[in-house]
């Protein structure tokens, strides 16, 4: 039996601020794994309460088949109520488990693993879609957690922007943001409305909490902009109608309301959506610039595991991990 382990999120945050180039390609390949069929990915489960709509906990059970197999499950809970109690809106944890006897062998903080497989699915797409790592200007609407995170993905995968401008619905979390951008190294400020922000982006980055779509405006964006849809639900019916639509999972991405999914429900075909991000960057299709590029991840558990497992080695190899004696009581038959 494997020993068990635990990563607090101090030692978990330290292992990806070094790591975001390999934890990249970690996502990548977990990416093609799951393309090839090398995974079991369930729905997600999602967890809502009557008294708190906005708010939901999710289930994201995965077995990513590498070598060796480990299965796992990310149990994250998102409440956005949080951020004005100076709490971060995302508490998660992750549990890896042997493939061989089901036995769990480690419980990782996940909320920082969470961002980051986000932001590098992100980051992925948005070198796919806008074909370089340079952009004139970067649009970035929802000034949280995420956000953030990819940016620092970006910065340390060689990207380079000349604007960056920030946009949130409360101004001094925007101003927080685009100081943050500073910091990283890129040329930042704030955008006082969202139209001013998003036009003439090379790269236009949503991650807001929005449930519902705000931005319905026809022709708000622009052919050939690369929009990062990771939150998936900003986007109006009609604007996805009318784009590129590349997904992480087609099944996946077309429930519990996202923009693709209400699309879908209106329109009855499904002939907007062009594929995934790993079926374009193996050339099994191609997409033009005559319309907006929009990649919306709905976010795959496998992807938690294969970033989960990189955290776990590095953490096992520096000491950062806590190996916890006799965690199960064996009995002996």
């Not at 953030?148 to 990207?159: K, M, P």
């Not at 685009?178 to 790269?203: K, S």
């Not at 959506?273 to 299709?285: K, V």
């Not at 970033?307 to 004696?325: C, H, I, M, S, Y």
Request: with cysteine.
């Amino acid at each position: 039996m494997l020993p068990f382990h635990i990563m607090g999120g101090k030692a978990v945050r330290a292992v990806i601020g070094r790591s975001r180039p390999r934890i990249t390609a970690a996502v990548d390949d977990a990416y093609r794994a799951h393309h090839r069929g090398d995974t079991v990915n369930p729905d997600s489960y999602f967890m809502r309460f009557p008294d708190k709509p906005e708010a939901r906990i999710i289930a994201l059970p995965a077995l990513l088949r590498g070598t060796p197999p480990v299965a796992g499950l990310k149990w994250i809970g998102s409440f956005p109520a949080n951020v004005a109690h100076n709490l971060p809106r995302a508490s998660a944890v992750l549990i890896l488990n042997d493939f061989g006897t089901g036995y769990p062998f480690a419980c990782l903080e996940a909320s920082q693993i969470s961002a980051a497989r986000t932001a590098a699915s992100a980051a992925l797409a948005a070198g796919q879609l806008h074909g370089t790592r340079r952009a004139d200007r970067v649009a970035v609407v929802g000034a949280g957690v995420i956000s953030r995170t990819v940016l620092e993905f970006l910065r340390d995968l060689g990207w380079t922007a000349g604007d960056v401008v920030v946009h949130d619905t409360v101004p001094d979390y925007a101003g927080k943001a685009a100081q943050y951008a500073r910091e990283l190294g890129f040329p930042a400020r704030t955008g006082d409305t969202l139209r001013g922000t998003c036009a003439d982006a090379d790269v236009v980055v949503l991650a807001t909490t929005a449930t519902v779509p705000y931005i319905t405006e026809p022709g708000f964006f622009a052919p050939g902009q690369t929009v990062l849809n990771i939150s998936l639900r900003d986007i109006g019916p009609e604007l996805i109608a009318d784009a590129h639509n590349i997904l992480d999972d087609v099944e996946h991405c077309l429930r519990a309301g996202t923009s693709p999914h209400l699309a879908v429900e209106k329109f009855g075909t499904r002939e907007f959506i062009d594929g995934t991000l790993t079926g374009l960057t193996l050339g099994e299709f191609a997409v033009g610039r005559d319309k907006p590029l929009i990649f919306s991840p709905f976010g795959l558990g496998v992807l938690d595991i294969a970033v989960g497992v990189e955290v776990l080695a590095a953490g096992r190899a520096d000491g950062t991990a806590q190996a916890v004696a006799d965690f199960f009581e064996e009995s002996r038959w």
